[in-house]
Structures are given as structure tokens and as C-alpha cells.
């Protein structure tokens, strides 16, 4: 099957079986609650994200797997699964309660983590879902909608400076930490205090990790304060 | 950043075309338009899907699919508009963007090499 023709046939289909009623009989027209090329791109990706929305009397999750939940039940062409959304991770494999525990901690961390792959504009891997609060962005927005780190948020003239950081790490293997102005979905800028450091296969630098903090309430003249990594944690 | 007449990005333009032209039911249909008169509306499934070996369950999946998913992210952009009832499609205020590039591959099947065979691109052109 073409997973990214087919996923809103499958959507479609679950939502009908859901109601016990055939496809042809939807009541309302899926892209009225969702665009359904978001979609397309979700299940074309090779990630591990997911999407939720909502129709009249159901919510829906659609995997980049293609994966169909509704109402946290799986759909699969012609039958439907009792695995439930809260057992699973967004891969379709059942979330470990120390998954769970991690995916909390993520989010209740005071800082933005991230795993980026180390080409031009840093590509987002992985992002903590309290990036909104930083970016204004949701973590599907880097992974399967388009937006660039490097390109859209990190403000024009700091960029020369982060990349120069995040080279000189690469080259150093040592961690970075670099400030700079970051633009914001809606067009207001912040300072940022980014921490991170390269992941290596062998020689080759393949991954960007690190947490980024919010200076709004700090300032940059304070921030200036914070010891660099390189100091602090001075071995990888 | 070069701007369209009414104030879009040609890039932006350019990037929303070929994702939507990335579904072959959404070339058919435009493919269908462009031999059609301007002003006129073409019947549904089956001017996205033409082939005559389709069986009618076929044309029902197909015709969820259009209602769902093609006609919504065509229309979104104003390539086509389309009601329901009864079910067809006309061109849209931004028809010619999806046309010109339709229309240029049309017009250049016999330079593609066989990897990218025709019938792949939409159903087959009689007039090309």
C-alpha cells in the first residue's frame, strides 16, 4: 500500500466503523478539521511523530506509521485493536512506564531539549513538547512541517556566531554554548542560551544534542555570567 | 525574496504546487480541467480516475478519497472549486498555476526516460 495515498482513505474508514456506519456516509468532510496534506506529510515522514485532532464525537491520532486511532482505539483496515493510545509510543509500541517518566521530565524541565541532525539548518530530530512556551512552534512543526531551526528561528545576524560554535565544537568534540536572538512563530525575538554538544559515529559528527534556555527574564548582560560547558563538564 | 502580483513567495508558490501535484488523482483532475472549457464542470470520480477497468468499489474509494483529501487541498489553494452535490469540479481562480506545469509535461512525455513512464504521470493524454 501507498501509505501516504491511502491514510486518509484509512482515517476515514476508521472514523465510518467507529460509527458503524460505511465510508461513503461521513456526515462532514475530514479537511473541515484537519489539512489532510499535513497528513500526507506525517506518514511520508521517517520519524516518530504523531498527529491528534478532533471531528464531531471522536478524536483522532494518526502515526507516521499510519496508524489510526480513534477515541485511542487502534483501527487496522477491517478490524479494530484494543491497544489504546496510552499503551503505546507514537512507533506503535507499548510506552514503558520509565518511557512515560522520561517523556515528564522532558517536559517539566525549565529548558527546551533537542536532538538535531547536523546538516545545514540543523534539521530537527527530537524536540521537547514545551518548545511551544520557547518557539511558539509544536514539535511536529520541525519534524514534519517544514520548519527550520536554523533557518527560521535563529535570528539572521546571529547565525554566522552559531554556527562558528557549533563548528569549533564539532572540531573540538567538545560541548558549546552560544546566545543569540531567537525569533519566535509570532515574530517576536528572544535570547536564548543554547547548550550542546556533537554526537559522533566514529569521526563523523552525524547528531546536534542540547537544551536550550529561555533568557527573557534574565537578560543577556547576566546570562553572560553562565559558566560555558566546556568548563563545567570538560569530558565527553 | 521574488514576490507574486498579488504579494505571495514564487518559492512558497513553487513548494505548494509540487506537494500538491504529488497525488495522482490531483494531476488527473487537472490534467482532465485543462481539456475541458473553462467554464465547465467535470463529473466526479471520474474525472480524476478514468480508467475504465475500475470496478464501482473502485469509484467509491476513489470518491472518498477526492472528497476528503484532493479536492479540499486543491480548492484550499484555489486550483479548482467543487460541490457535492452533484459531485464535480470546475477550474479555480489559481487554475493556471497547476495548468502551466500539467500542461509543459504534457507536452514533453516523449522526452522522459522510461523510468518515469507516462501512464505513471496520469491516466493516458490522448492529444499529446
Known sequence: MNRRNDIIYEVVAALAAADGSDPGSLGYTLADYVDPTVIERLVASNTASELSFQVPGHEVTVTADAEVFIDGVEYRTGRQSPVSTSERTVGGDRETPDQLQLQRFFTNLPCTVYQSRNEEGWPIEFISGNCHELTGYEPNAFIIGGINFGFDLIHPDDCERVNAAVDQSIENETPFSVMYRLQTANSTEKWVLEIGMPLFDGTEPLSIVGAIVDLSDVGPEQAQSVPSPGRVNPSR | ?128
Open chain 2, 1 to 128: 525574496m521574488m514576490e507574486t502580483p498579488d504579494g505571495g513567495g514564487v518559492q512558497d508558490r513553487w513548494d505548494q504546487l509540487l506537494q500538491l501535484l504529488a497525488a495522482r488523482p490531483r494531476r488527473q483532475l487537472i490534467s482532465s480541467l485543462l481539456d475541458t472549457p473553462a467554464d465547465q464542470r467535470l463529473p466526479l470520480p471520474s474525472a480524476a480516475v478514468s480508467s475504465p477497468q475500475l470496478g464501482e468499489g473502485d469509484h467509491d474509494r476513489i470518491a472518498i478519497e477526492l472528497r476528503h483529501q484532493h479536492l479540499p487541498a486543491l480548492a484550499s489553494v484555489e486550483y479548482i472549486r467543487w460541490e457535492r452535490d452533484p459531485f464535480c469540479v470546475r477550474r479555480g481562480p489559481r487554475f493556471d498555476e497547476p495548468a502551466a506545469v500539467i500542461r509543459v509535461l504534457q507536452e514533453s512525455a516523449d522526452q522522459f526516460p522510461d523510468t518515469l513512464a507516462r501512464d505513471g504521470f496520469v491516466e493516458a493524454h490522448e492529444s499529446s
